[in-house]
Each structure stands twice: as C-alpha cells, then as structure tokens.
C-alpha cells in the first residue's frame, strides 16, 4: 500500500466536497493511504502572492515542511493549492536565498525534497492500469467525455503536473474505465474563474465559450481535476446560457467522481448529488448497469 501525505486546502472543505469525497473514497478503495497532514494551513493561492510572494511561499511551504518530516510526498485535489505548494517546494529545493527566507518565516527546516504531486499524478502512478478491468464494476462504455485541465495543471510549464501543451493522464484513466474521451479545442484554456469575484461578466463569457467548445465536439458531459474550473463551469453554467441564449446543458464531473462510479462507490456517497447542473442522472443510469444509449 502505497502512503501519502494528504492536503485538502481550503476549498474541499467548502465548495469542493464532492472532490474531496470522491478522492477519498478512490483511495480507499484502491488501497491508496492518505495521512491528512495535521494542522495544516491555507496555502495563500487565492490572494497570498498579490500581497507578498514570501508569504506566499511560506505558507505553502510550512504544509510541505511538515509532510517532509513525515517522509511523505504530498497529494493535493485542488489545482491551485497543487501549483503554489510545488512552487514553494521549488523554491526551496534550488533557490538558497528563499529557502533561507522560507525557514526563517517557518522557524524550522524546510529542504523541498517531499514531492507536491496532484491527486491527478497520485492516481496516475498508483493505478496499474492492466489490473484495473478487474476492479471495474460500472464500466462507462458509451459515454462521451471531454476532459478539461484548465490553466493550474498545465502552466506555467515547470509546475505542470502533465504535458503542458496537451496533458493526458485523466484521458488515460477515463479511457481505462471504458468512457470515450472526445478530442476538444478548449482542453488547457482558461475558464475565468479567477475573475468571478472582480469581473463576474468576464468569468461567464470564458465559461461559455468552453462550453459550447464541449457542446460542438459531442460530449456528453465535461471532466475536470480542478474545484475553481468546476465552480465556474457548473454553478455559472445557468447564466451563462441565460446571457447568451445558448442551449447546452452539460453536467460537470470531478474526475475521480467518474472513476469512483467505475470501481461500484456509489455516487451520493461521493456528493454528486450537490451539483448545480443535474448529475445524478448520467451516475445512476450507469450504476444500474444501463450505460449509454
């Protein structure tokens, strides 16, 4: 059994349940140990770096710090805690100055050498992918996917979790689980979801322009490993068709919400339940064995 450092941040506490939920129970069920990193902190990706990029760095780091002397690399669901807590474990492992500055904030050592890894790369490299067709028990044969990185698994390019102009390893784990994953334009394009607190009408015009990209290649819903992308595609979904009479109507899945229906987790068991697009439907027309039509 393979163990892990495990760093739920802010947001899977609060907006992004369903990702915590489902990642969890994944891991569990897969034989994946997750030790939730003790009194752990804010990383400081939502506003942290504006104010001062020390800080920023601090704060992620002192969570890595404390995995470190764990002897754990780190699993994070969430994008922007993933990109901030492996720029701070950068940081610290090639830049001697803001390693210095990063123990002097912390008040104890800090060398990087802990991993900061997506739950996207944690899955990757645990999954044996031959023995996966005996763990399936709802093969998602039939349904159509489009997967969806957005911009924090994939750029900058030196944070990326995957290949940072065309990444694939949640195609690789949906294609596994009998699901057609559909080739898209919008696949690493951002969503604006960074600015639905300041420019609202900008974050709803990037939405749909993602939207109707999935919409166009045939998809019957949209993937992603992000909890800011799946936010915004899914709660500002209704107003973005509202604002630009558009019919589509595509439920937005967490990746791991997928594989977990795949491997019999039950699908209110991981919140999926608790969309703003109905989701149930699509999980439960599967889990009773129907499949796509």
Avoid at 10 to 22: I, Q
Avoid at 28 to 35: A, P, R, T, V, Y
Avoid at 250 to 275: N, V, W
Wanted: hydrophobic fraction near 40%; include cysteine; proline fraction near 4%.
């Amino acid at each position: 059994m393979k163990k892990y450092a495990y760093y739920p941040g802010c947001t899977l506490g609060s907006t992004g349940v369903e990702y915590g939920l489902s990642a969890m129970a994944v891991c569990e069920k897969l034989g994946i140990e997750m030790w939730e990193i003790p009194d752990y902190n804010c990383c400081g990706s939502s506003s942290a770096h504006l104010v001062n990029p020390y800080l920023a760095l601090g704060l992620a780091a002192r969570n890595m710090a404390i995995a470190e002397e764990a002897g754990l690399d780190v699993a994070i669901p969430c994008a922007a805690c993933y990109s901030h807590s492996k720029a701070a474990q950068i940081a610290a492992k090639e830049d001697e100055k803001k390693r210095a500055a990063i123990e002097e904030m912390l008040g104890r050592e800090y060398k990087g050498e802990s991993r900061a890894l997506s739950i996207l790369e944690v899955l990757d490299e645990c999954l044996n992918y031959d023995e996966l067709q005996a763990q399936i028990v709802h093969p998602l044969k039939g349904l159509k996917v489009v997967t969806y990185y957005g911009c924090l698994l994939s750029r900058p390019q030196e944070l990326a979790c995957d290949d940072a102009e065309d990444p694939v390893m949640m195609d690789k784990i949906l294609t596994a689980l009998g699901a057609e994953v559909l080739p898209w334009s919008a696949k690493t394009e951002c969503c604006g979801a960074s600015h639905t607190a300041s420019e609202p009408s900008i974050g709803v015009k990037m939405t749909d322009k993602i939207l109707l990209a999935a919409q166009k290649s045939g998809a019957d819903c949209i993937a992603t490993a992000c909890p800011m992308c799946m936010g915004n595609l899914d709660m500002r979904q209704e107003e973005a068709k509202k604002k630009y009479n558009h019919d589509y109507n595509l439920p937005i899945y967490y990746f791991t919400e997928l594989l977990g229906l795949a491997l019999g987790i039950a699908p209110k068991k991981m919140g999926s339940d608790r969309h703003f697009v109905p989701a149930m439907e699509i999980l439960e027309k599967y889990e009773k064995g129907g499949g796509a039509e």
